[in-house]
T-cell receptor
C-alpha cells in the first residue's frame, strides 16, 4: 500500500526567504502526488498535483514541486515566503485513484 | 469558498450521545468524502459515497455510519460517543470523470467536542 512521510513537522522561515517542505513517498505503482494547504480554521485546498506528466509541477501562489522517482520524493518549494503562506501543508499520495493517503502535515511559520 | 457546506461548525456533547454531521457538496459533484482530523491521528479517511452508493471505506468505526441522499447531501452519524471521538470532521466533494483528478474540495469542518 502507498504511504507518505513528511520529514518535518514544523518549518520556520523568514519572510522573503525560500521555502522547502519535504515529502517522501512509497508506492508499488506509478503514483499520483498532491500538496494540499490548510489555513487556520479552514478546510484543505489543493496547491498542486503530479499525475505522470511533467515532473516539475507549478501550483497556486507561487509554489512548485518536483517529482523525483529515483529519490521517491515530491518536495514543495517557493522562492520567497509571504506571511500569508503560514499554514499547514499536507503531502498526499494516491496509487489507484480514490485512495488518497495524507501525510502527517508540516506546519509552516513565516517570521516578519 | 470551496462551495462545500458543513453544519454544524461546532458541537459539544457528552459521552454516550449521538450526533449527526451534515454536508452539502459543491453543485454538480457526485462524490462525497468524510475525513477525521485529530492531533494524534492526523487526517484519516473515513468513507466515500458516489451518487448515493458507498464507494470506499477507510478507518471508520462501527459506531459511525454515513449516507448520501438523492439530493447528494451527506450525513455522518456518530453514536455512543467517546472522549477520543473529539476531532474536526471534514467533508469533501469531487467531480467524477473518467480520469482520477485527486482534486477534493473541502468544507471548513465540524468541530466535535465530547465531554
Amino acid at each position: 500500500a502507498q504511504s507518505v512521510t513528511q520529514l518535518d513537522s514544523h518549518v520556520s522561515v523568514s519572510e522573503g526567504t525560500p521555502v522547502l517542505l519535504r515529502c517522501n513517498y512509497s508506492s508499488s505503482y506509478s503514483p499520483s502526488l498532491f500538496w494540499y494547504v490548510q489555513h487556520p480554521n479552514k478546510g484543505l485546498q489543493l496547491l498542486l498535483k503530479y499525475t505522470s506528466a511533467a515532473t516539475l509541477v507549478k501550483g497556486i501562489n507561487g509554489f512548485e514541486a518536483e517529482f523525483k522517482k529515483s529519490e521517491t520524493s515530491f518536495h514543495l518549494t517557493k522562492p520567497s515566503a509571504h506571511m500569508s503562506d503560514a499554514a499547514e501543508y499536507f503531502c498526499v499520495v494516491s496509487e489507484l485513484g480514490n485512495d488518497m493517503r495524507f501525510g502527517a502535515g508540516t506546519r509552516l511559520t513565516v517570521k516578519p | 469558498d470551496s462551495g462545500v457546506t458543513q453544519t454544524p461548525k461546532h458541537l459539544i456533547t457528552a459521552t454516550g450521545q449521538r450526533v449527526t454531521l451534515r454536508c452539502s457538496p459543491r453543485s454538480g459533484d457526485l462524490s462525497v468524502y468524510w475525513y477525521q482530523q485529530s492531533l494524534d491521528q492526523g487526517l484519516q479517511f473515513l468513507i466515500q459515497y458516489y451518487n448515493g452508493e458507498e464507494r470506499a471505506k477507510g478507518n471508520i468505526l462501527e459506531r459511525f455510519s454515513a449516507q448520501q441522499f438523492p439530493d447528494l447531501h451527506s450525513e455522518l452519524n456518530l453514536s455512543s460517543l467517546e472522549l477520543g471521538d473529539s476531532a474536526l470532521y471534514f467533508c469533501a466533494s469531487s467531480v467524477e470523470t473518467s480520469e482520477f483528478t485527486g482534486e477534493l474540495f473541502f468544507g471548513e469542518g465540524s468541530r466535535l467536542t465530547v465531554l
